[in-house]
């Protein structure tokens, strides 16, 4: 047993860093001590280049995720749509936008019509790899491509909906198991 106490306390001292992140990430809490998420970015839509400081609206919603996405994109993005309905009157007040991870195969028309299925209002961004990476390391996003198939193949990736306010701070994280309206009731809170 005292060959195993120092892995043990290891273990212990991981989890009480990690619970306050992690207790954020389920609950939707304002902000993360020491988080360094965030901050504006230009990515292409259908209408042109994006550049998310000149959005007119007090806060944004961002999913990252890919069209092709068999099961969790379409199902976060409809509870992203889920937000927006329980917004009400509100709902022009926040911005929804979906970024891909996957820009080899999704063009700014694919990822547009995508993000328009779950709400009209919604925009797809994309761009080159480059770009894409670039914001996927301001918000901390995780995407691996998975397979060798150059064109079916499917992108493990994080999958959180990120609430920013104007300056493109970080307001709140909710996770997959985060239920809609508790995030309702967060985005309200900001508002």
């Known amino acids: 047993m005292k060959r195993y106490a120092p892995l043990l306390v290891a273990c212990l001292m991981a989890g009480l860093v990690a619970f ?6 389920t609950t939707g809490e304002k902000g993360m001590p020491g988080a ?3 901050g504006h970015f230009i990515l292409e839509t259908a209408e042109g280049p994006l550049d998310t400081s ?29 937000i927006y309905e329980g917004l009400g009157d509100d709902q022009a007040r926040v911005s929804g936008l979906f970024v891909t991870v996957d820009p080899k195969r999704d063009t700014v028309n694919a990822v547009t019509e995508y993000a328009q299925v779950f709400d009209p209002s919604f925009r797809g961004l994309s761009g080159d790899q480059g770009q894409i ?23 493990d ?3 959180r909906i990120y609430l ?18 508790v ?7 900001f508002l």
């Open 20 to 25: 306050p992140f992690i207790r954020n990430l």
């Open 36 to 38: 360094q998420i965030g």
């Open 54 to 82: 000149t959005l007119k609206s007090d806060l944004m919603l961002i999913y990252f995720g890919y069209t092709y996405c068999p099961d969790v994109c379409p199902t976060e993005l409809a509870r992203m749509a889920g």
């Open 133 to 155: 990476e670039q914001v996927m390391r301001q918000y901390q996003v995780y995407a691996q491509k998975v397979g060798d198939d150059p064109e079916n193949y499917t992108v």
């Open 157 to 159: 990736h994080s999958s």
């Open 164 to 181: 920013m306010d104007q300056d493109a701070k970080l307001m709140a994280l909710f996770s997959m198991d985060t239920e809609i309206p």
């Open 183 to 189: 995030m309702i009731e967060q985005v309200k809170k």
